[in-house]
């Protein structure tokens, strides 16, 4: 079963269209990187998916239960959003406390249920007022209230924004741990993404360009290639001249010192062949020669530079 789907989902703002007829479908159980740049329309459809906004046109289903605007199962999911908003003068777990009564949950069941996610997001042992959490704490304060009607499907608008590497760390292992539920978070922090998704969604200018599992789009996305990278700079810029006269498509990268090898019709095995026999003959010394796995940033830069629905734009080689 899929957690979320829509059909044509679309939001348009007088002359702006925020989100333009999005088809998503995300499996049920994963956990799902909703990636984009600022604007490209992430959190309008999370809020359109959790009923915060009305779509101008378009269908959602959540598990298997189509959601109207206003009539959304409220039960099937959880929500955080960007910047969290607590009562200053509550405590942690009496905010959850009132959280469980808005969602109906017995009192008995709500002790034993807050008492576990205060455990989870670590902050069991706090007892200080929200008014003196720092931004790491309210945004595991925020998961809390998410999980506390015990949600199939989570949905949390840019959960690790503005924390420091340790606050990222602490929510991302939060993230991990929630096996079993549907997670989709948005973010334009791809490192977050790559650290603890296996499903990826890719926005643009209000458009899907992609969706897929992690593995399936670096497959899509390997094209033959391999990475070479040298101890000196001299001995790459030689590589580069002979590989280049071989007929090797090559592009320098970042590094002055490593270089991206494409692969023609033979494949990486008579790329191998080639590149070794150049090394060898001009006695360069290789730190590193390896098929390459393309990153979600090679992955996510590559999608939003290209028109849906053509094909890859080729690499450019010097």
């Not at 890719?202 to 992609?210: N, R």
């Not at 006269?245 to 008579?270: F, H, M, Q, W, Y």
Request: glycine share 8%; with cysteine; proline share 4%.
């Amino acid at each position: 079963m899929n957690a979320v789907e829509t059909q044509g989902l679309t939001k348009q703002y007088k002359t702006t269209l925020a989100v333009d007829s999005v088809d998503i479908c995300v499996p049920e159980g994963c956990c799902c990187g909703f990636l984009g740049k600022n604007g490209a329309g992430k959190t309008t459809t999370i809020k359109m998916l959790v009923g915060l906004i009305r779509p101008t046109h378009g269908n959602i289903s959540m598990m298997g239960q189509a959601q109207a605007f206003g009539q959304q199962s409220a039960s099937l999911f959880g929500y955080l959003p960007d910047v969290p908003n607590y009562y200053d003068y509550m405590t942690g777990e009496e905010f959850l406390t009132l959280c469980a009564n808005v969602c109906k949950i017995p009192s008995g069941e709500a002790k034993k249920r807050i008492k576990s996610l205060l455990k989870l997001v670590g902050l069991d042992k706090t007892r200080t007022k929200t008014a003196g959490y720092s931004r790491g704490m309210k945004q595991r304060l925020g998961i809390a209230q998410a999980m506390i009607n015990n949600p199939k499907v989570i949905f949390m608008d840019e959960p690790m924004s503005a924390l420091d590497p340790m606050g990222r760390r602490d929510v991302a292992e939060i993230i991990s741990s929630l096996k079993g539920t549907t997670i989709i978070f948005s973010t334009h922090i791809l490192a977050d993404v790559e650290n603890v998704c296996n499903y990826i969604l890719i926005i643009e200018k209000g458009k899907i360009v992609a969706q897929d599992t992690m593995d399936n789009l670096r497959r899509r996305h390997s094209d033959n290639t391999a990475k070479i990278r040298f101890f000196q700079e001299n001995d790459a810029k030689m590589f580069f001249d002979k590989a280049i006269a071989a007929g090797i498509k090559t592009d320098r990268i970042d590094s002055p010192v490593e270089l991206l090898l494409c692969a023609n019709d033979g494949g990486l095995e008579s790329l191998s062949r080639t590149a070794t026999g150049i090394i060898h003959q001009n006695g360069l010394a290789v730190e590193s020669f390896a098929a390459h796995t393309p990153s979600l940033e090679d992955i996510f830069y590559r999608e939003i530079s290209e028109p849906q629905g053509k094909p890859q734009k080729e690499a450019q080689y010097a």
